[in-house]
């Protein structure tokens, strides 16, 4: 029951403006299989074959490592109300820091967050929807503000001591650190 198709199309596109919550699944050789749950404003499709997520500091790096080691990604939307409907983006994708040359452009999609440390860019390799029939109808409250509320609240000195040091994943592949987007300053600019 699972269709492909190379690119997004206008009901892809629907149905993942309307879900509050997405996952990132990311592996590379000889480390640990990461699965992360995203939530926040944080999605957008830049065209139907690119796709982009703002990724605040969070208790590691993983999908950094994992995709600066391998660069596979997937993502995946779920829809808990009505239709039945999963969708999964299957792509390569690469972090995008503030320092970073396009950084600029991919920030321009976004508001920034408090916490925002990269932009992940995945060019979109294919799309596959499935039923979903298995999925519980769910029902969206609220989102949860301390992640946020931490990042506001950090002594940013303190914070980026405590970071500097955190230069690989749990399986020892390198990350890329960055400094983080305080609320209240000025974005990062691109150098």
């Known amino acids: 029951m ?10 892809h596109i629907a149905m993942i403006a309307k879900q509050p919550v997405f996952f990132v699944a990311t592996a590379a050789p000889d480390a640990r299989i990461n699965l992360s749950p995203k939530g926040y404003d944080a999605f957008r499709v830049i065209t139907p074959d690119r796709v982009a997520y703002l990724d605040l500091g969070g208790s590691g790096n993983e999908t950094n490592a994992h995709l600066l080691a391998d660069g596979r990604i997937t993502v995946m939307f779920c829809n808990f109300e009505q239709p039945a409907l999963i969708t999964r983006i299957y792509g390569t994708g690469k972090p995008v820091l503030p320092a970073d040359d396009g950084w600029g452009e991919l920030a321009g999609h976004f508001t920034l967050l408090p916490g925002t440390r990269q932009i992940f860019d995945i060019a979109v390799d294919s799309v596959q929807t499935s039923c979903g029939w298995g999925v519980p109808f769910m029902e969206h409250s609220a989102e949860r503000d301390t992640l946020k509320k931490y990042h506001a609240q950090a002594d940013p000195e303190k ?11 749990i399986d020892g592949l390198p990350t890329r650190p960055t400094d983080r987007y305080i609320a209240g300053e000025a974005p990062p600019s691109e150098s």
């Open 2 to 11: 699972a269709d492909f198709t190379d690119t997004l199309t206008d009901k």
């Open 159 to 169: 914070w980026a001591s405590k970071h500097k040091g955190r230069v690989e994943s």
